[in-house]
């Protein structure tokens, strides 16, 4: 099946790359693109003619739903090609078009077990948020801090995965911005040794300034 995606992330994910974005024939949807694998694995820059966020690309490819990310999909024979590239005017449609603007449930870093469990939602989601805050964390890890119309305290402490910032020297202060952010497909995150459950860690791949 031929699909054209409107790249709005392309994040580092271990072994290579996270590419996702708006399937543009119906672009309340994500189309995230894995390897064929079986194991939603990373995929490399030559696998989507070296897009970057905000460029077009076209394939011939299939679903390979993994666990709750059901947006997943594979590219067949070697058949993506970039098409375009739009600039940042396009991020207010994306935003508006796109279904799902909210933070599976609650406004922790992190889903408990039960939490993850009855996710029934796309597991991508655009925030529109403020008093973003990008840094790392004592244990050398990036992390990003913001400001959420829907949540009473500041959202703090979600892990970053978006490389443009991976080379910024110390901490990086934006007043608005839209971040794609995203659950992972299966539960097998960090024990927790007080409740005894595992905890299933949002993180964020990708941050535009508005």
């Not at 709750?68 to 935003?95: F, P």
């Not at 790392?136 to 979600?158: C, E, L, M, P, V």
Request: charged fraction near 25%; glycine fraction near 8%.
């Amino acid at each position: 099946m031929k699909k054209r995606v409107l790249l709005l992330a392309v994040s580092c994910k271990t072994g290579g790359l996270c590419p996702g974005g708006l399937d543009l024939d119906d672009p309340r949807r994500w189309i995230r693109i894995v390897r064929d694998d079986g194991q939603a694995g990373a995929v490399q820059g030559i696998e989507i003619d070296f897009g970057k966020p905000l460029d077009i690309i076209e394939f011939e490819g299939r679903p390979m739903p993994q666990g709750k990310q059901i947006e997943n999909w594979v590219i067949d024979n070697k058949s993506c090609r970039k098409k375009g590239s739009k600039t940042n005017d396009i991020l207010g449609w994306a935003y508006e078009n796109y279904s799902y603007h909210d933070f599976w449930g609650n406004c922790k870093s992190f889903l408990n077990e039960e939490e993850f469990n009855a996710v029934n939602v796309p597991s991508e989601s655009i925030l529109k948020v403020s008093d973003v805050g990008i840094y790392k964390n004592s244990y050398n890890k990036w992390k990003i801090d913001f400001s959420w119309h829907r949540a009473q305290d500041k959202i703090t402490g979600i892990s970053m995965t978006d490389p443009d910032y991976y080379s910024k020297d110390g901490s990086v202060h934006i007043n608005d911005a839209y971040i794609v952010t995203s659950i992972p497909k299966n539960i097998d995150g960090w024990l927790n040794p007080t409740t005894g459950q595992k905890q299933a860690y949002k993180f964020v791949s990708k941050i535009y300034k508005i």
